[in-house]
Nanobody, 128 residues
């Protein structure tokens, strides 16, 4: 079992950058696929980025358009989401999620289906 805790959210001006971190507990973290999702006020949660266990494979939601980078450091049990060129519409609560190796597949990594463990979220507010 894995527990995940997000951090790094805050208030930033449009055009600025933030790096979100997701710290995971559990000895098997290095085998889990990881994802970032977000939920804006009044909207459904949407997929932002995913990464496989080794970090070799990454995948992004359509809205990212080259602005975000997901990465992981398995030695530190941490996944990151570097967000650049932030826009006001990026304002949302960002969630980290973990998918056990038995469920993670690249063809569904952009959906909530394979993710079994979710954090409480970290809030990102982008001001204009």
């Amino acid at each position: 079992q894995v527990q995940v805790v997000e951090s790094g959210g805050g208030l930033v001006q449009a055009g600025g950058s933030l790096r979100l971190s997701c710290a995971a507990s559990g000895r098997s973290f290095g085998r889990y696929g990881m994802g970032w999702f977000r939920q804006a006020p009044g909207k459904e949660r949407e997929f932002a980025a995913a990464i496989n266990w080794s970090g070799i494979w990454t995948y992004y939601g359509n809205f990212v358009q080259g602005r975000f980078t997901i990465s992981r450091d398995n030695a530190k049990n941490t996944v990151y989401l570097q967000m650049n060129s932030l826009k006001k519409e990026d304002t949302a609560v960002y969630y980290c999620a973990a998918s056990p190796p038995t469920r993670f597949r690249t063809d569904v990594a952009g959906t909530e289906a394979p993710y079994e463990y979710w954090g409480q979220g970290t809030e990102v507010t982008v001001s204009s």
